[in-house]
């Protein structure tokens, strides 16, 4: 007997915080604009990271992985992080 799947389940999200939260930045003329997509965790092993992304960008730009602030934690969504010159990216 063939069992069912559920093949529009979500995967299990880590319950751990992450080492990086996801960026895209698409830039519009003179403008940057920061949408959080997604987050990064770090392997136990220190050989790399799962990213797990809630929005995949289709229109170009860029991703970008930052550590997560502080004050981004009591938020659900942070409207935007440090400028690009801040940032160093």
Same mark, same amino acid.
């Given at each position: 007997?063939?069992?069912?799947?559920?093949?529009?389940?979500?995967?299990?999200?880590?319950?751990?915080?992450?080492?990086?939260?996801?960026?895209?930045?698409?830039?519009?003329?003179?403008?940057?604009?920061?949408? #959080? %997509?997604?987050?990064?965790?770090?392997?136990? &092993?220190? $050989?790399?990271?799962?990213?797990?992304?809630?929005?995949?960008?289709?229109?170009?730009? #860029? %991703?970008?992985?930052?550590?997560?602030?502080? &004050?981004? $934690?009591?938020?659900?969504?942070?409207?935007?992080?440090?400028?690009?010159?801040?940032?160093?990216?």
């Amino acid at each position: 007997m063939a069992r069912q799947q559920n093949r529009n389940s979500k995967p299990a999200r880590e319950s751990r915080p992450p080492a990086f939260i996801a960026w895209h930045v698409d830039e519009k003329g003179e403008k940057k604009f920061w949408t #959080r %997509i997604g987050a990064a965790w770090d392997h136990k &092993d220190g $050989e790399g990271f799962t990213l797990q992304l809630d929005l995949v960008p289709v229109n170009g730009g #860029r %991703i970008i992985l930052r550590t997560p602030r502080e &004050d981004e $934690e009591d938020q659900a969504e942070a409207d935007q992080p440090q400028t690009e010159q801040e940032a160093g990216a």
